[in-house]
Every structure is written in structure tokens, then in C-alpha cells.
């Protein structure tokens, strides 16, 4: 278990400072779990599929932050259902993870989209899309998205 946690913290660290130095959060998850755990199956496909799902989705805020996205489809790529598998069930261990993840996220930080983590790191919601909305959204929040990049990676690392 210790190798585990090592990596674990070893990934997130890298998400986090991916986040603080490029954004995306969810492809910095994945390329934080793709460089950093041995065995891992998530692929360059898969990190460049995720850039569309940034800012809870085409930077639109509705959708689930990026960070527990990118989380979740490293789980997928772990736990999830090929398509030959269809007819095989539904593969209900990965949808367990996923919602201890989804939980776990809300717990820690307040909410699960962009727009209600907006509100929790900066007090209120904005235009991703307005560069200045963008530039005041960025000093509000601080180092908080990338803490979310953090969190996520550690614990789908522990997971996986």
C-alpha cells in the first residue's frame, strides 16, 4: 500500500501543478495518472478526447468540474465496460467508484460543477468565455481548481 499512496501523491502533485501551469483540468488528471502510474491504461486519445470537457464542459460552467471528469474516465479506462462487453451487464463496480468519487469531491469542496464551484472559490459565477470575466475568475480563485486536480488524482490513484 505504501508503493500506492506514493504514486498517489506523486500524481497528484503533478495534476496540481499541471493545472497551475497550463489548465484543463481534466486533461491534467489524466496526463498526471498517465505519466505517473505504472500499468495505467489511459491513453494520448484519451487526454486530447477530455479537452473539450474543461470549465464544466465547452468552458459553458454546466456541467461537472473538469477535474472529476477527467477522474472519472481514468477510472473508466481501468473499470469500464469495452464495447464487446454490452452484453455482459452493466459493470456496476466502475459506477461504484465513480460515485465515491462524485461524493468524496462534493464533500471536500462544496459542489460538483463548475458554475457551483465558481461560487464557492470566487463568490460567484462567470463568463469563461469573456476574457476579463476569465483574468478576475483566475485571481479570485487562487490555487483552488488546481486543488481540485489534486484531490481527484489522489484518490482515483488509490483507486485504480
Sequence with gaps: MGD?????????????????????????????????????????????????????GGLTGTGLCGSLVGGILALGTRRGRDRDQFEKGRFIGNFKRCSELITAFKERFGGTTCQELQERFAGRTFDMWDEAEFAEFARLRGERCAETAEFVTRRVVEHL
Design 4 to 56: 500506492k499512496r506514493e504514486i498517489a501523491e506523486r500524481a497528484a502533485a503533478v495534476a496540481k501543478g499541471y493545472e497551475l501551469d497550463y489548465g484543463c483540468c481534466p486533461q491534467c488528471v489524466l496526463a498526471a495518472v498517465r505519466e505517473t502510474v505504472p500499468g495505467n491504461r489511459v491513453t494520448e486519445e484519451t487526454i486530447k478526447a477530455s479537452h473539450g470537457l474543461s470549465g464544466g
